[in-house]
């Protein structure tokens, strides 16, 4: 079956490129982008702040079951054509990682369809390759925390 | 190449225009990583891929595609509401 979500990240390149197609009218696609309480359930973050227009900004904060804060994201948006374009800054606050920018293009492919082109571009090839390798490097890591949990239960 | 059929390291240099020492010090890299794997016949060395390996590299990306394809299918079963 052919991979719904597509990503391109060329070797040696400080970019990449998500691809994704939709079951959803263009304007509904958007509109996920847009509406604070929507982006919430779909991020699975709490939105602080999204002002979806020029110059506007955004914060997003993930706090974990015992309330410490966990994520905090935030960035600023450069363009906001509704339907076709968002361009924006991506920060996570708190951690190594340099600020990405951030292109959407939203296309129209029928009246049911539609795709995102999500173009990022990082600082450098090796940022770029180790947020490539973040989820990567987390699932081994929960991964060993399962089995030292285990082991630990043998004790 | 290699995945069709495993190869000599003369049958895979007269493909490539490059010298045949530089083939040569690719392929031992990717032996060396294990990519490839090396099988003596006679006075022939074969090579052949390593799925398994070839696998790994191919899995490295899949964490980080399956983290945008979660979000998205989200994105879609939320919005299919509003339609």
């Known amino acids: ?155 | 190449m290699v995945a069709s059929q495993a190869m000599t390291a003369g049958a895979i240099a007269s493909n490539f225009d490059t010298a045949r020492p530089t083939v040569s010090k690719h392929l031992q890299i990717l032996t060396e990583c294990e990519l490839l794997e090396q099988e003596q016949n006679g006075r022939e060395i074969y090579y052949h891929l390593n799925p398994q390996k070839i696998k790994e590299i191919a899995d490295f990306i899949e964490p980080f595609r399956q983290m945008w394809d979660d979000r998205f299918n989200k994105l879609e079963a939320i919005m299919k509401k509003y339609k």
Do not use: C
């Open chain 1, 1 to 155: 079956m052919e991979q719904k979500t597509k990503i391109n990240a060329e070797d040696g390149k400080q970019e990449l490129v998500i691809t994704r197609e939709f079951d959803l009218p263009l304007e509904l696609l958007f509109k996920a982008y847009v509406v604070p309480e929507i982006v919430e359930q779909w991020m699975g973050t709490k939105v602080l702040k999204l002002e979806s227009k020029k110059h506007g900004s955004y914060q997003f904060e993930t706090s974990d079951a015992q309330g410490n804060v966990v994520f905090r994201a935030n960035g600023v948006i450069h363009e906001f054509n509704p339907n076709q374009k968002i361009s924006r800054t991506f920060e996570m606050e708190n951690t190594p990682f340099d600020i990405q920018l951030e292109f959407l293009e939203f296309e129209k492919l029928t009246d049911d369809t539609s795709k995102l082109h999500m173009h990022i571009v990082y600082k450098s090839v090796a940022l770029r390759d180790k947020m490539l390798a973040l989820p990567f490097a987390q699932g081994i890591n929960m991964a060993h925390n399962r089995l030292q949990n285990s082991l630990d239960k043998l004790k």
